[in-house]
């Protein structure tokens, strides 16, 4: 999927087809991240994980980015503040060997370490050098559904010793948590109408001349 079609024909029902503005609509979910709570293990500067999640119009930013200590793996936890249904991730970094070579994905496991990587994640995809964040990897939607928490492993770059990221981008759709409750509380404590027509309809009768 490295080739996003910008047509400015009719309507387009492909999904991979959007025009830039309506890519950052979708790129949104940076917003339901609680950032608090990201961890970014094995990042240089405590704090540096958390600043590659950005709008999607600063994708391209050079100013933030986090890069990789021991050696070239990252691990970012990632709660989010209802629920996902995940579709696609984009990740971003310099046009060299510090670009990650490779991520795994891993749902609901929340305070992931290293050691816990080596279980079989979700889904792994082989990247490509990506410095301007066009390249779309889709995820498997029906693993990717009721996320709470995302964990991306970078597990290689492409041979440096250390490994740098300007841009993690997230697409798919969110929902509150448990807002729909009281919804349905409210429509059960609801008189229904329908069960007092009986009574209005008997009085009528007294009405006819």
């Known amino acids: 999927m490295s080739g996003h079609g910008h047509g400015h024909g009719g309507g387009c029902s492909c999904e991979g087809e959007h025009e830039p503005a309506e890519r950052g609509v979708e790129y949104g979910l940076y917003r339901r991240i609680d950032l608090e709570k990201l961890q970014c293990l094995n990042e240089t500067r405590d704090g540096d994980g958390k600043l590659v999640f950005k709008p999607w119009d600063q994708r391209?930013?050079?100013?933030?980015?986090?890069?990789?200590d021991a050696d070239e793996e990252l691990l970012f936890n990632i709660p989010f503040t209802g629920s996902v249904k995940?579709?696609?991730i984009i990740i971003s970094?310099?046009?060299d060997d510090s670009h990650p070579a490779e991520i795994r994905l891993f749902k609901n496991i929340p305070q992931m370490s290293f050691d816990d990587t080596g279980r079989e994640p979700d889904q792994a995809f082989r990247l490509n050098r990506d410095p301007t964040a066009?390249?779309?990897y889709p995820t498997k939607i029906a693993r990717f559904t009721n996320v709470n928490h995302l964990s991306i492993h970078i597990s290689k770059n492409f041979?440096?010793?250390s490994t740098r990221v300007f841009y993690i981008g997230l697409r798919g759709e969110y929902?509150?948590?448990?807002r729909h409750e009281v919804t349905i509380c409210n429509y059960e404590a609801a008189?229904?109408?329908a069960d007092h027509k009986?009574?209005?309809i008997i009085p009528q009768t007294n009405f006819i001349s």
């Open 134 to 136: 066009e390249l779309e």
């Open 159 to 161: 041979g440096e010793e």
């Open 93 to 95: 970094g310099e046009n």
């Open 191 to 193: 008189a229904n109408p």
């Open 198 to 200: 009986v009574e209005t």
């Open 86 to 88: 995940l579709k696609g």
């Open 175 to 178: 929902s509150e948590a448990h």
């Open 60 to 68: 391209t930013d050079r100013e933030k980015f986090v890069e990789s």
